[in-house]
């Protein structure tokens, strides 16, 4: 979709593939590219390529800042609460025992996720104490330490669905309800069986998703937000967000307004 709506701009997309490239990271390199679109699904490739090709002085959406702060839920969690943006109550702890002390405080149920992680896996709701002891068993087992980061956040009770917005520069390009299923239970994202329908974007929506990605640099953004009793709620920013399944809903070119971006800080 991105490459057609740059071929429709009179464009032409290099494409960069993380898995070919070999980075020259002791040696005097010149600048390639003037902007590169980072579109990669893995976060530590990311991470690595965006942090060289801003280094040779591309000019990267979106930024190395952005995503490593849209990439670790707690450091999006701590930006987003220090930036006054609504954002549910959330507690980091490093051992199960202090784990325990942050669902006492929260009280049940709450949701435990992971630090780094998308679609919405290994995202549990936690309805009481021995479910927390044994999701923090399981996790203590695993061999990966950033799993052994607990994450654990107040359980916002929802309408059955949450909010994705699209946030392209200094604007809010389009915004899609995802709605929960039976086949995906209480988890609303599309990728896991929920259903994407059309959300108006409304001051109000205008107004937090634009004050949310203040944190970050200026990008592109997908804003994700929950309704709840006292008003919005922004519990996640995506710094490389998909749009496929929210374009048909909208009516929305998204893809077209992702290039005409890219192609506007080309000619900065």
Not at 2 to 23: H, P, T, Y
Not at 94 to 102: G, I
Not at 131 to 142: I, N, P
Not at 203 to 211: T, V, W, Y
Request: proline share 4%.
């Amino acid at each position: 979709m991105l490459f057609d709506a740059a071929k429709k701009g009179g464009v032409g997309l290099q494409r960069v593939v993380d898995s070919e490239s070999l980075l020259p990271i002791t040696q005097k390199e010149s600048k390639e590219l003037d902007v590169l679109l980072q579109r990669s699904v893995s976060f530590s490739r990311s991470l690595c390529l965006t942090y060289y090709f801003e280094r040779l002085g591309t000019d990267v959406i979106n930024s190395y800042k952005a995503a490593k702060v849209c990439g670790d839920k707690m450091l999006s969690s701590f930006e987003l609460g220090a930036s006054g943006v609504p954002t549910p109550k959330t507690f980091v702890a490093f051992t199960p025992e202090s784990a325990r002390l942050a669902g006492k405080r929260l009280g049940f149920p709450l949701v435990m996720k992971p630090v780094m992680g998308s679609w919405a896996r290994m995202v549990h709701k936690i309805n009481d104490e021995d479910a927390l002891d044994a999701a923090l068993e399981s996790r203590e087992e695993m061999g990966n330490p950033w799993q052994k980061i607990y994450y654990l956040q107040e359980h916002i009770d929802k309408p059955g669905r949450d909010i994705r917005a699209f946030v392209v520069g200094e604007e809010v390009v389009a915004a899609i309800y995802r709605n929960s299923t039976e086949k995906s239970g209480w988890i609303t994202n599309t990728g896991r069986g929920g259903t994407a329908s059309k959300c108006e974007v409304t001051p109000e929506l205008r107004e937090i998703c634009l004050k949310a990605v203040k944190i970050v640099d200026e990008g592109i953004y997908g804003v994700d937000l929950m309704e709840s009793g006292n008003g919005l709620v922004v519990h996640e920013i995506n710094h490389t967000t998909e749009f496929r399944n929210s374009i048909a809903p909208t009516g929305v070119d998204i893809a077209g307004k992702m290039i005409g971006y890219v192609i506007a800080r080309a000619k900065k």
